[in-house]
Nanobody, 115 residues
């Protein structure tokens, strides 16, 4: 069982920045982020491989940056130019064996962007 713990959420004004962290119990490839906002759907944010290759959802491209520290088994989500619509619970995940069939989730951290 993989343990994932997110941290760094909070309240920030629109246009501001926030950095989320996800600590994993082991190094797994890939790691990534989803968010669960007012739409009621879980929305893909982005993911990173152990080699540092990243992909992002169009809605966050250019504003969000994912990085990871394999030595610490940690992943980070740097969010800039935050918008009200970025308000959501952000969840990190890993796919053991690079397979979504073996996906593990963190408990989530709340990000609230105010006007």
């Amino acid at each position: 069982q993989v343990q994932l713990v997110e941290s760094g959420g909070g309240l920030v004004q629109a246009g501001g920045s926030l950095r989320l962290s996800c600590a994993a119990s082991e190094v797994i490839n890939p790691m990534g982020w989803y968010r669960h906002g007012s739409s009621g759907f879980r929305e893909f944010v982005g993911r990173i491989t152990t080699d540092g290759d990243t992909i992002y959802a169009d809605r966050v491209k250019g504003r969000f940056t994912i990085s990871r520290d394999n030595a610490r088994s940690e992943m980070y989500l740097q969010m800039t130019d935050l918008k009200i619509e970025d308000t959501a619970v952000y969840l990190c995940y890993v796919d053991r064996g690079n397979s979504p069939a073996y996906r593990y989730w963190g408990q989530g951290t709340q990000v609230t962007v105010s006007s």
